[in-house]
């Protein structure tokens, strides 16, 4: 299968756009994980339905919003841009944050899923031998959410991959820029004669998106069987 050099900076494009939005909410998506599995407190059906927000809300709402926040004059972007130099819309970083946002939920659920799973009777003894809350959570807690972690980051890495509605919402649909796989096939859907293109792009998509989601089956039943093991 050959790709257009058009092509090629799309699934490059895309591939960057997912890993460096997976890779900068994954320590938030454990954070927030690790709150509403472990603690109670005022808010926190509220906090878990506002998590789950972009789930359920149509992808251009969430694009239209994270606009008005992190455009350039955004009542966040704003003062990006003015004492940084900083600025989401209308590049590849906003594209990176539109997707992370969108994702984080299947991210905070699987990890949130496998730390509910984790026997708190072994942090509880581990703190009465004197190990620290850090101790614990580094030693005892994340190794043993280790696959729920590794479920998470790739549903949200796969979700990563098809993300379009707030990503051409928020920073538009820029050839080499912000013209990530699902971008670049719209173009050429609504480009006469450039059928066979987008053909191979949705056979690209497709393929990625089932291994990831076959990636993330494997590493959800070796899961299972480990914390089985340890039950």
Same mark, same amino acid.
């Given at each position: ?197 987008? #053909? ?8 990625? #998106? ?22």
């Amino acid at each position: 299968m050959i790709l257009s050099e058009p092509e090629w900076q799309a699934l490059i494009l895309s591939l960057k756009v997912s890993i460096v939005a997976v890779g900068c909410s994954l320590p938030f998506g454990i954070l927030i994980a690790w709150i509403l599995a472990r603690c109670q407190f005022v808010g926190k059906a509220l906090l878990d339905s506002l998590i789950h927000l972009p789930l359920v809300l149509p992808p251009v709402v969430v694009g239209y919003l994270l606009l008005l926040g992190f455009g350039r004059r955004g009542f966040i972007g704003q003062y990006l841009y003015d004492w940084f130099g900083f600025t989401f819309a209308f590049s590849w970083r906003g594209a990176a944050l539109a997707s992370a946002v969108v994702a984080f939920p299947l991210m905070v659920r699987a990890i949130r899923l496998a730390l509910e799973g984790v026997d708190s009777r072994l942090e509880q003894a581990a703190r009465t031998l004197g190990a620290g809350r850090w101790r614990v959570f580094f030693t005892i807690t994340l190794p043993l959410t280790l696959p729920g972690v590794i479920v998470g980051t790739v549903l949200a890495f796969a979700r990563s991959l098809g993300e379009f509605g707030a990503t051409i919402t928020f920073v538009s649909n820029i050839p080499g820029e912000t013209r990530t796989l699902p971008s670049a096939m719209y173009t050429l859907i609504e480009t006469p004669g450039a059928e066979g293109a987008a #053909a191979r792009l949705c056979v690209i998509a497709i393929l990625l #998106a089932l291994s990831s989601l076959l990636m993330s089956e494997w590493l959800s039943r070796w899961g299972r069987k480990k914390w089985g093991g340890l039950n």
